[in-house]
C-alpha cells in the first residue's frame, strides 16, 4: 500500500492522558499535514511540515500540541492532558508541490475519544 | 472574516438525475479551487482543481465551474448513482500568507435508487 497511513486507527483515552498519533505519509512526497475535523464539520488545519520542517501552526494548536517529523519522513502529533473537547478525528495528508499546485492525500484518520 | 461556506442541508437526489453543490467564498481571490469526495470513517480524497482562469472543468461525470466574480464553485455530478452518496467538500487557500487548505464544511449528497 503505498498510501497514507495512520496509526492507530481509534484511540479511546481518559481525561488528563497523553496521547500520541503517527502518519507515514506517500514516500515521495516533502509536504506533511496534520488536519482535525469533528461531525458535521470540515477538517480543520492544526499544522503543516515541509521536510522536516514545521513552517505553519494553526491557533487551533495550543501548547498542549505537539508535533514532530524526523529526518522528513513519518509524523507524530502528541496531544498531552486531554480534555473532552479534544476528542475528533485527526488526519494526516502529505504532497507536493507542483507548478504552483498541490492536492492533498489523506490517511484515514486516528479517531480519539476523550472519556 | 474569510470563509468558505457550502450548504449544510443534505442533498437528495434520485438516481440517474443531476447533482449540483455549490460552494461560497468571502474576500480572498483563490489562484485555484478544489473539491474533495469522504466517504463516512475515512479521509477525503482529492476530486477537480480548477484554476482561476478557468471557468469550467470536467472529469467523467464531473463537473466544475469557479466564478471569480461571484466567489461561488459549482460541483455537478451528471447520471448519479447511489455510489455517488458520500459528503463533498470544498477547498482553497484563504490568505496569501498560508500554504494550507481551508475546507468548507461540506455537504452530504444522498443519491436513491
Known amino acids: 500500500d503505498t498510501g497514507v497511513s495512520q496509526d492507530p486507527r481509534h484511540k479511546i483515552t481518559k481525561r488528563g492522558q497523553n496521547v500520541t498519533f503517527r502518519c507515514d505519509p506517500i514516500s515521495e512526497h516533502n509536504r506533511l499535514y496534520w488536519y482535525r475535523q469533528t461531525l458535521g464539520q470540515g477538517p480543520e488545519f492544526l499544522t503543516y511540515f515541509q521536510n522536516e520542517a514545521q513552517l505553519e501552526k494553526s491557533r487551533l494548536l495550543s501548547d498542549r500540541f505537539s508535533a514532530e517529523r524526523p529526518k522528513g519522513s513519518f509524523s507524530t502529533l502528541e496531544i498531552q492532558r486531554t480534555e473532552q473537547g479534544d476528542s475528533a478525528m485527526y488526519l494526516c495528508?502529505?504532497?507536493?508541490?507542483?507548478?504552483?499546485?498541490?492536492?492533498?492525500?489523506f490517511g484515514s484518520g486516528t479517531q480519539l475519544s476523550v472519556l | 472574516s474569510q470563509k468558505i461556506e457550502q450548504n449544510s442541508e443534505a442533498l437528495n437526489i434520485q438516481e440517474g438525475k443531476t447533482a449540483t453543490l455549490t460552494c461560497n467564498y468571502t474576500?480572498?481571490?483563490?489562484?485555484?479551487l478544489q473539491w474533495y469526495r469522504q466517504d463516512p470513517g475515512r479521509g477525503p480524497v482529492f476530486l477537480l482543481l480548477?484554476?482561476?482562469?478557468?471557468k469550467e472543468k470536467r472529469k467523467e461525470r464531473l463537473k466544475v465551474t469557479f466564478d471569480t466574480t461571484l466567489k461561488q464553485s459549482l460541483f455537478h455530478i451528471t447520471a448519479s448513482q447511489p455510489a455517488d452518496s458520500a459528503t463533498y467538500l470544498c477547498?482553497?487557500?484563504?490568505?496569501?500568507?498560508?500554504?494550507?487548505?481551508?475546507f468548507g464544511s461540506g455537504t452530504r449528497l444522498q443519491v436513491q435508487p
Open positions: 477547498a482553497l487557500i484563504m490568505d496569501t500568507g498560508r500554504r494550507a487548505l481551508t
Open positions: 474576500n480572498y481571490s483563490p489562484a485555484y
Open positions: 480548477i484554476r482561476e482562469n478557468e
Open positions: 495528508a502529505s504532497s507536493f508541490l507542483r507548478q504552483g499546485e498541490e492536492k492533498l492525500f
